[in-house]
């Protein structure tokens, strides 16, 4: 998988370095993905699959240069409210119209860590993830496009009471933007 992440981020780098791009003349994107997640804990033998539903809003800076916050909110009725809040930059490449390949660099915090669709949380848990992406948008005219994406997120959890752990996962991420 690490593999294939480096193949995948060297040919988009190489293909696209000729000249950044974002839809002509928009400034903000705004979307949602569903992703299928794989997780395993550290010391852990098999890894854990769930579905996940990111939100995020961005904002092309300078050329194909983007900052895109992400986040996620769980409140059930009795438990405790869980997020996770990340701070993502992207870079958007111009090969062949309509394909816009980017890579996706951030950093995130919360009380809790995705899981079963959900961010996971308590009041004495802290988590805080690196995030590492590649990908590639398909714009549907200059107003939207469809967007799809692996990610490499390394969560390190504290909680009181516990010691520290570790939490990688990988999502492919699949859904839709649109640009004004």
Do not use: C
């Amino acid at each position: 998988m690490k593999k294939a992440f480096v193949i995948l981020t060297v040919f988009f780098f190489l293909g696209g370095l000729f000249v950044a791009a974002q839809p002509a003349g928009k400034k903000w994107e705004v979307g949602g993905s569903i992703s299928f997640t794989s997780f395993k804990f550290s010391g852990a033998t098999e890894s854990d699959s769930v579905f996940n539903l990111p939100v995020r809003v961005g904002y092309f800076i300078w050329q194909g240069l983007e900052i895109e916050p992400e986040v996620m909110y769980t409140k059930f009725s009795g438990d405790d409210a869980a997020y996770v809040l990340s701070a993502n930059v992207a870079y958007n490449f111009k090969m062949s119209r309509p394909i816009l390949p980017f890579v996706l660099g951030g950093v995130g915090f919360g009380n809790g860590f995705t899981y079963a669709g959900v961010a996971e949380g308590d009041p004495d848990l802290n988590a805080f993830t690196l995030q590492f992406g590649v990908g590639a948008k398909f714009l549907i005219g200059s107003s939207a496009a469809f967007r799809v994406e692996y990610r490499f997120t390394r969560n390190h959890l504290t909680e009181t009471g516990f010691e520290p752990e570790n939490l990688n996962s990988h999502q492919f991420l699949l859904g839709a933007s649109v640009f004004f």
